[in-house]
């Protein structure tokens, strides 16, 4: 995850704001948190997620059950696609993040939530970034799809453009749909990682499920801290790496910039809609 707060490696971290994940610090509880949270997911994603995630979960499985070891994770997943999972301290700027994704190196927190936190963490911890994100940089398509995002995210700095490019990668990496002939599938990190958000962003009325529509959603705004209000669908992650390779982005920043940015709820005339939402759970008096 990026954040734009501008500043410098806090001590410790290395100039390119990694650190040493330092596996042994971790403790029986943590290694006990990271399988019941893996045992628990996979079982509710075997019908739910998109085949090149379950597929990529098996990377997981390392020598010792657990926390992965990020050295034997990143060996076996640069063989794999290239890609290294590397560790650090919490957010780390965007354009730090932009260069290790361009780079295919993947940033990731290495603390773990308490066991009273099993269900809702508000800050991504090791089981959101490597349990969710992992499994799909072990698909060569989205590998590449996520090093072009990299790429675009370093060219984007010079447009002013990363609040509308930061939401491409929400609504694709982070709360993504993909389209199978057994029907939606999630692959999503946030989603994938989260046990609540695997039955609501398939199965509940209240959201809806739109096409994916590039220019779309480069203006389409997000909740950081409740389940979305619209899910969008891609066709392929070839549709996706494609459309993102070969998009000039310049000139859609250009028109985007422009305009309004539109409700997490809307749904616009050309949208092609898979579900209207009832949004019943966006307006529970609860949520207020
Ligand atoms: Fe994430």
Redesign the pocket.
Known sequence: ?ASDHPSTPPPGAAADWTVPQDWASYTPADHATWDTLFARQVDMLRDRAAPEFLAGVDILRLSRPGIPDFAELSERLHRATGWEVVAVPGLVPDAVFFEHLANRRFVAGRFIRRPDQLDYLSE?DVF??VF??VPLLADPVFADYMQAYGEGGLRAQGFDALTNLARLYWYT??FGLVRTTQGLRIYG??IVSSRGESVFALDDPSPNRLGFDLARLLRTDYHIDTYQQSYFVIDSFADLLDQTRNTDFAPLYAQVAGLPALAPDAVLPHDRVWHRGTQAYARQPSLA
Do not use: I, R
């Open positions: 995850m991504p959101h970034d969710g994100h990496v982070e990190a946030g």
